[in-house]
């Protein structure tokens, strides 16, 4: 079991907490009582996308290719571009999503370090997304014949299974992810709002391209609610573009300046829902009065920030537990076996099969 | 600025709100609550329900409080009996072809018509006749569509429209026939969907909700107990999967 950044800050308000609650200790402990043998952390899989990705963009960068980058994580938006924009498919990044490259290493790096036949392993993902349903069942997620992730159940899924078991989970106490996959950065809590993923990269990128431990790891202009944010930033004395939209209206006037060749950024991130990730198809359904009276995204995306501010560790790089993994068995960023495990490909589709 | 604003009246209250405010908007100003079904604000703003129509002095019939613009002097009332009656009959004619099955609903609890026929105190449906019947489908991995749940508040065709671009969606037919449907009427795993599942979030009853997976989960969970014994006993190990 593993579960995403968005839906620890929804979850609760399937039990009548305030909106935007984290809930992440109390989801741990339910999720054991339902009988789950190992709960993990998807943020652990976003911070090796992060890893990823951010090698991919600076390889990308370095030799001016396929730019802008787009960032790859938003199943709704993958399936969106191969419809209606297969001529860009190059410019997305080849990353699979946080949970399915989590779900990889899983079924390969922990089943052998733990001795457990990875084809006795059932993988659930709790998303606030319900394309990762769709997203799954592609045949590119499969590593040896076996899917990456087995089952992808949503927030408000999840909701209904812990109320079925009886289970009062406002008074539940704490737990803690388990080891030795557990441990996940700010970086990666911030993947679940919009500029998020991009500002997660950032961090990573920076550092990688200057080669020094940077202070400044807040990019305040990619944050906010706004449908489309665009930002010029410095870093390592270049000057880079960026864009990050959300909600496919917004995408496609991206879409639009990049094959017009308007566009001159170098970073893009979509996602298909507007506000990314904590307004996914998966979470708890707010009723027309509520939408129209209380800012929800905002609650979620700023209690997803504080999970940020308060970690330890803020970038994902740093995470000592991708350090180990690499170091044990991926080697690098982009390497063979991470290329594998880690990384996919796209397909043009077709919008309508009559 | 003067110029810019706009007096009335809504339940006895004086108010003053910005030329071109709803009279829904203006009265949430004056804390008063219209009760609204199809309204979905910046997306869904189309008069389609009548479930928060008003009576304006001197004007006959109702008004419908979510689209028409407030003007001076207006005296309107939210609340009257006519108004409270009217919205009965309204609830009323939706419930009548709308199916039932709310014990076995996923959105039992938070539906805003299962809500609004509790407030409004609809105890009976008084209007029986013809009810619509059409497939369920669920062939796609992420989105199931009831038909037969859909009140055509079209909360979901203008956010698949409007907010995300998509159109997979729109109203067919007229009259009794309206429905909900994608180009010749095929299976959203069909159409270009997404499966960005923001209909859903649009949706006020049961109509559209997710393919429900956590019983193949809960199975699992069972049979894994299973597995991990007999895993253990073969590999030695404690961990069980």
Not at chain 1, 45 to 68: C, H, Q, S, W
Not at chain 1, 148 to 156: F, K, M
Not at chain 2, 65 to 77: A, D, L, N, R, T
Request: net charge neutral.
């Amino acid at each position: 079991m593993q579960t995403a950044p968005a839906v620890r800050v929804a979850l609760g308000e399937e039990f009548g907490m305030k909106i935007g609650s984290n809930v992440t200790g109390q989801m741990i402990t339910a999720l054991k009582r339902l009988g789950f043998d190992r709960v993990f952390d998807t943020n652990t899989g976003a911070d090796f996308t992060i890893m990823e990705e951010a090698n991919e963009f600076v390889e990308r960068l370095k030799n001016n290719y396929n730019l802008p980058m787009i960032t790859s994580c938003s199943p709704g938006w993958v399936k969106y571009i191969e419809m209606n924009y297969p001529e860009l498919l190059p410019h997305l990044s080849s990353c699979k999503s946080p949970h399915e490259m989590f779900g990889a290493l899983l079924k390969s790096y922990y089943a052998k370090k733990e001795g457990i036949d990875p084809s006795k392993m059932y993988v659930v993902s709790v998303m606030p997304c319900i394309a990762k349903k769709f997203e799954r069942q592609r045949l590119e997620m499969k590593n040896n014949g076996l899917y990456d992730v087995d089952n992808v159940i949503t927030t408000r899924e999840l909701a209904r299974m812990i109320k079925q078991a009886n289970i009062d989970f406002v008074e539940l106490e704490d737990s803690k992810f388990d080891d030795p996959m557990g441990e996940a950065t700010g970086s990666a809590a911030i993947f679940g709002t919009t500029g998020g993923v991009m500002e997660a990269a950032l961090r990573t990128a920076q550092d990688t391209l200057t080669g020094k431990d940077l202070e400044k790891i807040e990019f305040e202009q990619v944050r906010g609610g706004d449908g489309i944010k665009r930002a010029t930033l410095n870093i390592a004395g270049k000057e880079i573009k960026v864009v990050a939209a959300s909600g496919l209206s917004n995408a496609k006037i991206i879409l639009e300046e990049i094959k017009s060749g308007k566009a001159d950024y170098q970073f893009v991130e979509i996602m298909a829902c507007p506000g990314g990730c904590v307004m996914g198809g998966g979470q708890p359904i707010k009723s027309s009065k509520i939408r129209s009276e209380v800012d929800v995204r905002k609650l979620r995306a700023d209690s997803l920030y504080s999970i940020d501010e308060k970690s330890h560790i803020r970038k994902s790089h740093e995470n000592p537990i991708l350090k180990k993994i690499y170091e044990e068995y991926l080697e690098k960023p982009g390497s063979y076996r991470a290329e594998k495990l880690l990384h996919t490909t796209y397909q043009k589709r077709e919008k309508y099969n009559i | 600025m003067e110029n810019n604003m706009v007096h009335l009246k809504i339940d006895g209250q004086d108010i003053e709100v910005k030329k071109g405010t709803t009279i829904l908007e203006a009265a949430k100003q004056a804390q008063i609550d219209i009760p609204t079904l199809c309204f979905l604000k910046d997306i869904n703003e189309v008069g389609d329900c009548r479930m928060c129509i008003v009576e304006v002095e001197g004007r006959r019939g109702f008004a419908t409080s979510c689209i028409e613009k407030v003007q001076e002097g207006m005296v309107v009332h939210t609340n009257t009996p006519n108004v409270t009656e009217a919205r009965r009959v309204v609830l009323d004619l939706i419930i009548s072809n709308h199916k039932v099955d709310c014990l076995t609903c996923t959105r039992s609890g938070n539906c805003e018509l299962q809500n609004l026929a509790r407030k409004f105190n609809v105890l009976d449906v008084e209007f029986k006749g013809k009810i619509t019947e059409h497939e369920i489908d669920d062939l796609s991995p992420s989105i199931v569509r009831d038909f037969d749940k859909c009140i055509l508040c079209r909360r979901c065709v203008a956010t698949c429209k409007k907010v995300q671009g998509i159109g997979a969606i729109d109203c067919i037919n007229r009259g009794f026939d309206s429905c909900v449907s994608t180009v010749g009427n095929k299976s959203l795993k069909d159409v270009n969907c997404t499966f960005c599942g923001q209909c859903i979030e649009a949706c006020p009853t049961g109509a559209l909700h997710e393919k429900e997976t956590t019983r193949r989960s809960m199975g699992k969970i069972k049979r894994s107990r299973y597995i991990c014994c007999s895993a253990n006993s073969t590999s030695g190990k404690g961990s069980s999967w």
